[in-house]
């Protein structure tokens, strides 16, 4: 069993930053990648950045150029920094990892993020 605790979300005015941080139970080199991923209300879950093991980051379109996915592999825990935000960047926001050896996927219970404009 995988337990991810996201933490940093809270509310922030247009054009502020926010740093979200995700600690993981166990060593992330178990897992192959992890990720943040934003729900908005209504909408379905969609992906914002992800990092694999070998260090490879992938990022949704809409927040290139503003946010940056890292990992301290010491401290187990991926951060998603979050700059130039946008009211429309408004969601609640998830941890998600994926076990190297199972393909399991696992999820933390979101933090909220609220862009006042």
């Known amino acids: 069993q995988v337990q991810l605790v996201e933490a940093g979300g809270g509310l922030v005015q247009a054009g502020g930053s926010l740093r979200l941080s995700c600690a993981a139970s166990?060593?992330?080199?178990?897992?192959?990648?992890m990720g943040w991923y934003l729900q908005a209300p209504g909408k379905q879950r969609e992906m914002v950045a992800t990092?694999?093991?070998?260090?490879?980051?992938n990022y949704a379109d809409s927040v290139k150029g503003r946010f940056t996915i890292s990992r301290d592999n010491a401290q187990n825990t991926v951060y998603l920094q979050m700059n130039s935000l946008k009211p429309e960047d408004s969601a609640f926001y998830y941890c998600r990892a994926r076990v190297r050896s199972t393909w399991n996927v696992y999820w933390g219970q979101g933090t909220q993020v609220t862009v006042s404009s």
């Open positions: 166990r060593s992330i080199f178990t897992f192959n990648d």
């Open positions: 990092i694999t093991s070998g260090g490879i980051t």
